[in-house]
């Protein structure tokens, strides 16, 4: 079970807006930056956001991020085919000393 | 570029031994941290260990502390991960990732499949 906890699944029609909801608690997101990730299969996961909502460069501005006490949250608007994979956002716990990643969300474009 | 490449997968038999490692190219490597993080089938993300800019510190999740040791050369700007004692849900792919703040990773490797398997 993952520190983190998002929803397994998620879908929308394309061109519409989804979000992927982000759960920890104040030893993680509650006190440290939340990224996210997008992992097309065979592919190494792609940094979408970092600092909470923050986007590197390339990325479109459809993918942006929120954070308020210990939940964030991914949105992609204008939604298209090739968005269909899986979403991971991650932290740092603080309790732990260690990293965290939520256990995934899968996005279909229906 | 920045450009992460990993090595030393393969196929080990549970109680065996294998270590990853990391080449880098493209950046001051001794001047970041560095994490591993795997994916077994079917399963999501999976963060490992990391060693911190200043080489000192290291982290390691609890699945795998006690048994897993990462390191660096920077002379040979090359990240290792040695794992002892493995068990067959350590198989995974094992992906390196370049620290630019805490689990944020925007360079990774195309990682390197652990299968451990009898």
């Known amino acids: 079970q993952s520190v983190l906890t998002q929803p397994p699944s998620v879908s929308a029609a394309p061109g519409q807006k989804v979000t992927i909801s982000c759960s920890g608690s104040d030893s993680n997101i509650g006190n440290n930056y939340v990224s996210w990730y997008q992992h097309l299969p065979g592919a190494a996961p792609k940094l979408l956001i970092y600092e909470n909502n923050k986007r590197p460069s390339g990325i479109p501005d459809r993918f942006s991020g929120s954070k308020s006490g210990t939940s964030a949250t991914l949105a992609v608007t204008g939604l298209q085919t090739g968005d269909e994979t899986d979403y991971y956002c991650g932290t740092w716990d603080n309790n732990l000393s260690a990293g965290v990643f939520g256990g995934g969300t899968k996005l279909t474009v229906l | 570029q920045v450009q992460l490449v990993e090595s030393g997968g393969g196929v080990v038999q549970p109680g065996g031994s294998l270590r990853l490692s990391c080449e880098a190219s493209?950046?001051?490597?001794?001047?970041?941290?560095m994490n591993w993080v795997r994916q077994a089938p079917g399963k999501g993300l999976e963060w490992v260990a990391a060693?911190?800019?200043?080489?000192?510190?290291?982290d390691y999740a609890n699945s795998v502390e006690g048994r897993f040791t990462v390191s660096r050369d920077i002379s040979k700007k090359t990240l290792h991960l040695q794992m002892n004692s493995l068990r067959a849900e350590d198989s995974a792919v094992y992906y390196c990732a370049r620290d630019e703040g805490l689990v944020r990773f925007q360079y990774w490797g195309r990682g390197t499949q652990v299968t451990v398997s009898s």
């Open positions: 493209g950046f001051t490597f001794g001047a970041y941290g």
């Open positions: 060693v911190w800019a200043d080489g000192k510190r290291k």
